[in-house]
């Protein structure tokens, strides 16, 4: 079929406030999982990982939750700000080391 | 801080000619990987390597690709004939573990097939 552009979400969130981005995957064997940021015509950064035998994970200023039992994924970002503009993409490892990812979500940072 | 590089950075090319990207890997690292992003939508799997072979390839990496480690420090992918389709941007990545190791993405090579 022909391809068409995703509508990714957006998340507004004012300077300072907490931001919270979910997802959820679909392949309920997946134990290995990552987020990415992705700044405009730049490759995706990690962020963040947490393998499935853990059910939170904490780095500087980011927080990533996991809950198996529905199949979703949270990023949590503290005292968000303007350089955590971006594109924030999941992405779950399969077979291979194939990393699946997300359709991605909008996040802008309102000064 | 160690990082994956692509060259180009935008690859033009006529519909049917061969385009090879080029990437080198973190030095230290012996995963390495090909996705690809239309514009507009998800970052997709094209291909893994592992010690001089192929490990997984998605649909996408059709007879039209290939990918080669010609020395120690470089990762290419080649398409034999472009399609209009290929259009895309083509992310290299590596990782210095098997399952579950951190890829590390390069900042990609746009590819516009005219």
């Known amino acids: 079929g022909e391809s068409v552009g995703l509508h990714l979400p957006t998340l507004s969130v004012q300077e300072g406030d907490n931001s919270i981005i979910n997802c959820a995957y679909s392949?309920?064997?997946?134990?290995?999982f990552i987020w990415y940021k992705q700044e405009s015509g730049k490759g995706p950064q990690f962020i963040i990982d947490?393998?499935?035998?853990?059910d939170k994970r904490q780095g500087q200023r980011v927080t990533v939750l996991l809950n198996k039992t529905v199949k979703h994924l949270s990023l949590q970002i503290a005292a968000t700000q303007p350089g955590d503009s971006a594109v924030y993409f999941c992405?779950?490892?399969?077979?291979?080391?194939?990393?699946?990812f997300g359709a991605g979500t909008i996040l802008r940072v309102k000064s | 801080e160690p990082e994956v590089t692509q060259t180009p950075s935008h690859q033009v090319t006529q519909m049917g000619q061969e385009v090879i990207l080029r990437c080198v890997p973190i030095?230290?690292?012996?995963?390495f990987y090909w996705y690809r992003q239309i514009l507009g939508q998800k970052v997709e799997f094209l291909v893994s390597?592992?010690?001089?072979?192929?490990?997984?390839k998605s649909e996408i990496f059709d007879d039209q690709f290939s990918v080669e480690r010609p020395d120690g420090s470089n990762f290419t992918l080649k398409i034999r004939s472009t399609k209009l389709e290929d259009s895309a941007m083509y992310f290299c990545?590596?990782?210095?573990?098997?399952?579950?190791?951190?890829?590390?993405f390069g900042a990609g090579t746009r590819l516009s097939v005219l």
């Open positions: 990545a590596s990782s210095g573990d098997g399952r579950g190791g951190i890829q590390y």
């Open positions: 392949n309920s064997a997946s134990d290995y």
């Open positions: 947490i393998r499935s035998n853990m």
């Open positions: 992405a779950e490892m399969e077979y291979g080391n194939k990393l699946v």
């Open positions: 030095s230290n690292h012996l995963y």
């Open positions: 390597f592992y010690n001089n072979e192929i490990s997984e």
